[in-house]
């Protein structure tokens, strides 16, 4: 299995980005896709998830962001809209089957990460 994110990048506060990851060897369609994020210093968090039972987000993010899933291409995405500097942090793909959860360990795979800087 691969997953592999994209569209990390440097943004204003207040600006948009959009991450992308894209999945191989796996059944994308049962599996549920996750996005997770770092912070220097600080621990790995639930950002948003999708399968085919639905969408979660993080509070923190919810009404900025929004991720979907194209089953046909295998892909992931996370629009990230209205964001803060606080939204600074290296962001994650994963990938669980089953049902989307936002426990990081239950996530079976894992991609790099990708660098999201947002400054004032």
């Known amino acids: 299995v691969q997953l592999q994110a994209s569209g990390g990048g440097s943004v204003q506060v207040g600006g948009s980005l959009r991450l992308s990851c894209a999945a191989s060897g796996l059944m994308f369609s049962t599996f549920a896709m996750g996005w997770f994020r770092q912070a220097p210093g600080k621990e790995r968090e639930f950002v948003a998830t999708?399968?085919?039972?639905?969408?979660v987000y993080a509070d923190s993010v919810n009404g900025r962001f929004t991720i979907s899933r194209d089953v046909a291409k295998k892909t992931v995405t996370l629009q990230m809209n209205f964001l803060k500097s606080e939204d600074t942090a290296v962001y994650y793909c994963a990938a669980k089957s089953g049902a989307q959860l936002s426990r990081a360990d239950d996530y079976e795979y894992w991609g790099r990460g990708t660098q999201v800087t947002v400054s004032s």
């Open positions: 999708a399968s085919r039972f639905g969408t």
